[in-house]
């Protein structure tokens, strides 16, 4: 049974501390199982099944944006993506959520000052529903920026599937390290420090995980969780994604996050250190 081989991988899964808690899981589903995906996704025709979405921008032939979205009633109403369908309804399920949450709940309540019961007691109204992200193919394409989810995310999931006819290069998920340096030399070695590019609240590339088939990431979002993916080149087939979260939508106490928004502002805090001075 596909969900039952899902939660057994995320019950082995080691959970990565740095630079913020996630999960990465390899080969999640069975090879059969991934056979007949990549059979069903080989097909999609966008504009039958798929609804744009994000403002699609081109600069000097480099992409951005202009992603197609498949819900589970699109799914649900094509015969020909049975096992979409099932994989895309288990990643929306409350046992899959719950095991997600479980697994990090020491490392969410940490990062966001939120209790996991007080999301779990209303669990239908915090989640954010599984859906099929497609970035469609281009000779450049940049998908998200770095960013920070929405303060009152606090667990967001992806599931790649790479098809197999896929040669395009880039397109991995980069998870950056916010540190803040310098915070308490003196104004003239600060003053050095910005001329070599050396900030309070650098943020750099940590870790890196490649577009994998099969592969699972599975985030614990808040204010230090900062992420892109980077630019995607040659592609002549789709970029292919699961992906769903859960909020704090329903629950009177607020995240971290969400009491202090400058924690999404490390340029803005960069210029405040530096004119100050």
């Known amino acids: 049974m596909m969900l039952n081989k899902i939660l057994n991988e995320i019950s082995a899964s080691e959970v990565k501390s740095s630079p913020f808690p996630h999960i990465v899981i390899d080969n999640l589903l069975d090879n059969q199982t991934m056979n007949e995906l990549h059979e069903e996704l080989s097909n999609i025709k966008l504009n039958d099944i798929a609804s744009p979405r994000g403002e699609k921008i081109v600069v000097n032939g480099n992409q951005q944006y202009g992603s197609y979205v498949i819900n589970q009633a699109s799914l649900e109403s094509n015969e020909d993506f049975k096992i979409s369908s099932e994989l895309n ?116 590339v940590e870790k890196t995980y490649d577009y994998k088939d099969n592969r699972m990431v599975v985030m614990a979002s808040s204010g230090y969780s900062w992420h892109e993916v980077s630019t995607r080149r040659k592609a002549t087939t789709p970029r292919i994604n699961f992906h769903g979260s859960v909020g704090n939508y329903s629950n009177k106490y607020e995240t971290e996050y969400q009491q202090n928004k400058s924690l ?14």
């Open 89 to 204: 309804k288990n990643l929306s399920s409350n046992e899959f959520i719950n095991s997600l949450l479980n697994k990090l709940s020491g490392y969410i309540e940490n990062s966001s000052d939120i209790k996991i019961s007080d999301i779990t007691k209303n669990l239908e109204k915090n989640i954010i529903n599984s859906e099929i992200s497609i970035l469609p193919s281009s000779y450049s394409s940049k998908r998200r920026e770095i960013h920070l989810d929405s303060s009152e995310v606090i667990l967001v999931f992806l599931y790649y599937v790479r098809l197999p006819n896929d040669y395009s290069f880039g397109g991995s998920l980069n998870l950056l390290n916010r540190e803040d340096r310098y915070l308490f030399r003196s104004k003239t070695r600060s003053l050095i420090a910005d001329f070599l590019n050396i900030f309070p609240s650098d943020l750099s």
């Open 264 to 277: 999404g502002f490390p340029i803005k805090n960069k210029l405040k250190f530096f004119f100050k001075l």
